[in-house]
């Protein structure tokens, strides 16, 4: 079975600082692998998804993630914070032949200070 | 358009009564899927349904049960509430490509 990682709990950041949420998983084959953002009080949202193909994909809101496969891992990132980016971050990932069934990290926490 | 449609969005029950969780969604999506959110564990998953007809356990399938007749329908059952199941409770719908999210429901059991 497939399991997801996700290595910071909690992130703080000013305005304007770079964001790198890092997130790996374990599966022998064949994966899609998404980032689902949950702002405060609401339900989740697709930020981004990995299919095949160009391993640095873009998402919403400028948010971008690599798919590195000899690593195994699917790092979310940011140039450039804004306080409106404060939520919850939630990897996860889910078998080629079974997209009915995903698989979520614990989730990051991002606080943006002003 | 309505999207994932989850009632109730709050509840309180006593410890041994049942209930059922409601979710609907309105794209013809094939996949649907129940997960719970609790602090600091992330989601996951209760049950599955891959179509009409067909549904498979999730993580933490004890003391749930569903049903998939149609394809917009996925009602979430508790057979017999216990506090280890306050929780948040997210239904998904998904043609595979990413999950859209109802707005969940908060149980409390007492």
């Known amino acids: 079975a497939q399991s997801v990682s996700q290595h910071n709990h909690h992130v703080i950041l000013s305005e304007a600082a770079s964001l790198e949420l890092g997130c790996n998983y374990s599966?022998?084959?064949?994966?899609?692998l998404f980032w689902y953002v949950q702002y405060p009080g609401q339900h989740l949202q697709l930020l981004l998804k990995?299919?095949?193909?160009?391993?640095l994909v873009k998402g919403i809101k400028g948010f971008e993630a690599e798919f590195i496969k000899s690593k195994f891992s699917f790092n979310l990132r940011k140039p450039s914070v804004q306080w409106s980016d404060t939520a919850e971050y939630f990897c996860?990932?889910?078998?080629?032949?079974?997209?009915?069934?995903?698989?979520f990290g614990d989730g990051t926490t991002l606080t943006v200070k002003p | 358009n309505a999207g994932v449609t989850q009632t109730p969005k709050f509840q309180v029950l006593k410890t041994g009564q049942s209930m059922t969780l409601q979710c609907a969604q309105d794209?013809?999506?094939?996949?649907m899927s129940w997960y719970r959110q609790d602090p600091g564990m992330g989601l996951r998953l209760i049950h599955y349904?891959?179509?009409?007809?067909?549904?498979d356990q999730g993580e933490v399938p004890n003391g749930y049960n569903v049903s998939r007749s149609t394809t917009e329908d996925f009602p979430l059952r508790l057979l017999s509430a216990a506090p280890s199941q306050t929780s948040v409770y997210f239904c998904?719908?998904?043609?595979?490509?990413?999950?859209?999210f109802g707005s969940g429901t908060q149980l409390s059991v007492l």
């Open positions: 794209m013809n999506h094939e996949y």
């Open positions: 998904a719908s998904s043609r595979g490509q990413g999950l859209f």
């Open positions: 990995y299919f095949s193909g160009d391993p």
């Open positions: 599966y022998g084959g064949t994966v899609n």
């Open positions: 996860a990932v889910n078998v080629h032949t079974n997209a009915g069934k995903s698989t």
């Open positions: 349904s891959v179509g009409a007809g067909i549904t």
